[in-house]
């Protein structure tokens, strides 16, 4: 059972990769990651959610719940496949290999991929047993997720409350006829995804085989513009026009004074217990045949959400707290999910309502070291960890640790120096190896603090919708340094089980 050993890994999303294509991809720095965990003696490889993104390059907004994400799909591969030759890439646009420029990402790549699909039908492979089986067993969300795209790219990318009426309300006639008219659209789909399932379960394996386990990151809510709301709008709460009627957020905390709009839909949770769960346990299951553990994003969400009534000013203050399906849903997941292994992601305006859903469920909250300083005793602080716990430094929503250490006031400089006995030159490490040696059962760095990299490498900025998630490493920014510390780190703290 997850976090009963003491272990430790990296956090480091695919998109953050080395690689030569404008993005982190699935390809060979991907099996040298792995290699680099295995080296450096670590056990989870921590990423972000990879579903399909849309043009916020959102991990957490995704055009799915069950799709990958078409952009992280290794090119070489495809060439070494004979589906893309070197003549394709002819016009490639001068990526800044630091930082991903997604606007001239996402076009050259997605025409890359469909010049892909035209050899992949040509050699016939669309008829090939395994790609035949893929489509079959996956059915039961790539029909609507292939229908979807398709219509939306028919439609210039507008949202699916802004199509026809008869397609945004699925008439059944009008969706026979999109099939039909789309067909060759909704292969090529199909076969992307073909393309990433198979890319991705290859390096889980290698990943597995190397003893290392794949934390993934499941966002509670999904995007408004997604198949899965436009393929089952009763189960969300929309306006008779089909417009979300109430949407997510959380009021101001830590992370945004303001508070944050978030503008995903509610779920209509009496609905979903009525039809036995069957959207979420299909999420579950689809996410576990994928990730080892499961981040479960916004954990709170499933004791109280937040519910603000859809408004043009995008305000979050003006809310209510909702209640969620609690206990009873993840008693029901244990029971349909034989290695249910779950993070509950605790962190904001947390009460007892969600201390007790995790404590009752025997998940491991989080605890992240640059909160624990604010103020008081606070239970972050690591003489107030647990077994039971993830620690962190920061997370992908947090400053690095240097960036942390350039903004936070000089009397707290003085109060982390005097709680470390360190002189705070490298607080990187030093934040590392308290995490490290805490009781917490399981630590985890993110890539960025393992380099020493400052606030300009921060992955996301909460509450903002720009310059976020293209962060990127080079090779060149890891040497012996960095392997030998992350090795003496965890022998030292007993953070290496085999």
């Known amino acids: 059972m997850f976090g009963n050993v003491r272990k430790s890994g990296i956090l480091c999303h695919i998109t953050s990769l080395p690689g030569d294509f404008g993005i982190g991809d699935l390809g060979k720095n991907a099996y040298y990651f792995v290699d680099f965990l295995k080296n450096t003696l670590q056990s989870y490889w921590q990423i972000l959610p990879l579903g399909h993104v849309g043009q916020s390059a959102s991990p957490y907004q995704s055009h799915s719940a069950f799709a ?8 070489e591969s495809l060439i070494e496949e004979g589906f893309l030759f070197e003549d394709d890439f002819y016009n490639m646009p001068e990526f800044n290999p630091n930082l991903i420029n997604f606007e001239l990402l996402f076009s050259w790549k997605m025409n890359l991929l469909k010049k892909s699909v035209v050899k992949f039908i040509e050699k016939g492979l669309n008829n090939a047993e395994d790609f035949k089986c893929f489509c079959k067993k996956e059915a039961w969300w790539l029909e609507d997720y292939a229908l979807f795209m398709a219509l939306k790219d028919k439609h210039c990318g507008k949202p699916w409350n802004k199509w026809k009426k008869n397609i945004s309300n699925r008439n059944k006639s009008a969706i026979a006829k999109a099939k039909k008219d789309l067909s ?3 292969l090529e789909y199909k076969i992307i995804q073909f393309f990433f399932f198979t890319q991705w379960l290859k390096l889980k394996n290698y990943a597995n085989n ?4 794949i934390i993934g990151d499941l966002p509670i809510f999904v995007d408004f513009d997604s198949d899965c709301v436009w393929a089952n709008p009763h189960l969300f709460l929309l306006d008779e026009n089909n417009n979300p009627d109430y949407v997510t957020g959380v009021p101001p905390d830590y992370f945004c004074e303001d508070g944050q709009y978030w503008g995903n839909p509610l779920y209509n949770w009496d609905v979903i217990k009525s039809e036995k769960y069957l959207f979420w346990e299909n999420r579950f299951k689809q996410t576990f045949a994928m990730v080892d553990v499961v981040r479960l994003d916004h954990f709170r969400a499933f004791a109280e959400a937040w519910k603000i009534k859809a408004n043009k000013a995008f305000s979050a203050r003006k809310g209510k ?3 969620g399906p609690g206990k009873d849903f993840f008693d029901f997941m244990k029971s349909k999910i034989k290695e249910f292994n779950i993070i ?3 962190l904001g305006i947390i009460d ?8 009752q469920c025997g998940f491991p909250g989080m605890a992240v070291l640059e909160f624990a300083f604010d103020e008081g005793d606070s239970l972050f602080l690591p003489h107030n960890l647990i077994k039971n716990q993830v620690a962190y430094v920061g997370t992908h929503d947090n400053n690095t640790a240097i960036g942390w250490w350039s903004e936070i006031p000089e009397e707290i400089k003085n109060y982390v120096c005097r709680y470390f006995s360190v002189d705070g030159n490298n607080i990187n490490w030093d934040m590392i190896r308290n995490i490290a040696k805490s009781v917490s ?10 380099i020493g990299l400052d606030g300009n490498a921060r992955m996301n900025f909460p509450g903002t919708s720009a310059g976020n998630w293209n962060f990127r490493f080079q090779w060149s920014m890891i040497n012996d340094f960095h392997t030998n510390m992350l090795r003496e780190i965890t022998l030292l703290y007993k953070r290496n089980p085999k």
């Open 441 to 450: 059962n399981t630590a985890v760095y993110t890539i960025q603090d393992i």
């Open 344 to 346: 509950a992601e605790d």
């Open 321 to 323: 707290w909702m209640h």
């Open 352 to 359: 007892k309502k969600v201390t007790d859903l995790r404590d």
């Open 68 to 75: 990958g994400n078409p952009y992280l799909i290794d090119l």
């Open 210 to 213: 190397a003893g290392i386990q």
């Open 184 to 186: 060759n659209e909704l």
